[in-house]
């Protein structure tokens, strides 16, 4: 392994059972070394952890990936970060797969850029962060961005360097256009009548059947996307709300653009003056894609009615 401060490997496995030795080989090691130990990953391939852990499993924060991690653009500040800043001054040992087969291709894209944004996240921080990819499983083009987005990949018998890292290709191949949707209903907003971009998306949210607490969630993402779109989108913004696959999707697209693209997923200290929009949105929504470029931004958010409050 690395003996830099981040290592960021990702584990090229077929079957369960190099699955399990290669995932639990590296929990053990962390234990022995006295690292903070988590296992962030779907909730079959958890079980199966946990099972080969027996004991030690008592030793490990273990996450079901697919609540913790729902929303890619949660997975750094909710995940890794949270766990890691609870260590200050520690390497910890990180297992996190949040690319696995059953990740809808609107997911993916998302999914994508994180591991690249990993890279950003930790550079020089003490941490290990092995990724889980299922050979089997998981399509020629996904892995062939894990060799992108991981500096060393790893499979049952060897361990070697990425010939083709390059995160930042990753990050920009995926800052498309978003497909256009075929019916929305629609506001352009400003500081005059943002409350009713608000009540629009609610009132479209609870005819889906969206609970209450949902939909003060929903209230708060588009406030705090639109409170975006005033401070650094021109002053004005354009919503547009409509259900795709049974999901609400609420878009607010405007003037501005984010050059900087960890923008949402840092942790931010409550004590720190300053905006939390992103982070705030990444955190409430189940998904989350962004667009954006000089002299216009999109952020489409994604939820889900049958999913609890974060």
């Not at 995932?23 to 990953?41: M, Q, S």
């Not at 030793?59 to 890619?72: C, H, Q, S, Y």
């Not at 766990?83 to 690319?99: L, N, Q, S």
Request: charged share 25%.
């Amino acid at each position: 392994m690395s003996a830099k401060p981040f290592a960021h490997p990702a584990l090229l496995y077929r079957g369960a059972p190099e699955y399990v030795a290669a995932t639990t080989a590296f929990v053990r090691e962390g234990l022995a070394a006295g690292d903070p130990v988590a296992v962030a990953v779907p909730a079959a391939n958890l079980a199966l952890i946990e099972t080969a852990l027996g004991a030690e499993a008592g030793k490990v924060l273990l996450l079901d990936m697919t609540e913790a991690g729902r929303n890619p653009g949660r997975i750094i500040p909710g995940v890794l970060r949270e766990f890691a800043d609870r260590h200050p001054g520690r390497h910890v040992r990180i297992i996190g797969e949040p690319i696995w087969p059953g990740r809808s291709v609107t997911e993916y894209p998302a999914c994508a850029q994180h591991e690249a944004l990993i890279n950003l996240a930790f550079s020089g921080r003490r941490a290990t962060i092995l990724c889980p990819y299922d050979l089997d499983g998981l399509t020629p083009e996904v892995l062939e961005e894990a060799a992108r987005t991981h500096p060393v990949l790893r499979d049952a018998s060897r361990e070697w360097d990425s010939a083709d890292y390059a995160p930042e290709l990753v990050i920009e191949g995926h800052n498309r256009p978003l497909d256009e949707p075929e019916t929305f209903v629609s506001l352009r907003f400003d500081n005059g009548n943002l409350s009713a971009a608000r009540v629009l998306a609610a009132r479209e949210a609870a005819a889906m059947g969206f609970g209450a607490d949902r939909l003060d969630d929903i209230r708060l993402t588009v406030a705090e996307l639109g409170a975006n779109s005033l401070d650094h989108g021109g002053g004005a913004g354009t919503l547009r709300v409509w259900a795709e696959e049974g999901r609400l999707v609420c878009e607010v697209s405007d003037a501005g653009h984010i050059t900087d693209p960890l923008a949402g997923r840092e942790p931010v200290d409550p004590r720190t003056a300053g905006s939390r929009g992103l982070l705030i949105v990444n955190l409430l929504s189940d998904l989350v894609r962004v667009y954006t470029r000089a002299g216009a931004t999109t952020v489409r958010v994604y939820f889900d009615p049958d999913r609890p409050c974060p």
